[in-house]
């Protein structure tokens, strides 16, 4: 069962399909390329929310639909929820 979908293989986080527990590991799908991926989460992700595919650092961009969409503010790592803790918009 599908549980989360990345846009495109460069993207460094996927989207929630369905909510995840932390702890399980978790099969998703490059849209792009249609090639299967699992993540092993390390966080509750709410449907809708995003996962790193990744590591992320603090200052890096977060990639998704091969556009950055901002910047880390807290380090994420591979599996962790990447939310509004931290992820902000470039813009302000």
């Known amino acids: 069962m599908i549980q989360f979908l990345v846009h495109e293989k460069a993207d460094s986080v996927g989207v929630a399909t369905v909510d995840i527990k932390a ?3 978790v099969e998703g ?17 709410p449907l809708g929310h995003k ?3 990744i590591d992320h650092h603090v ?8 556009a950055d969409i901002g910047k880390v503010v807290a380090d994420v790592k591979k599996g962790g929820h ?7 918009t470039r813009r302000w």
């Open 59 to 66: 200052d890096g961009s977060v990639i998704k639909y091969g």
């Open 51 to 53: 996962i790193a595919m």
């Open 82 to 88: 990447v939310h509004t803790q931290n992820l902000k």
């Open 23 to 25: 702890g399980e590991t």
């Open 29 to 45: 799908l490059f849209m792009d390329t249609q090639e299967p991926v699992e993540v092993k989460t390390l966080n509750d992700i």
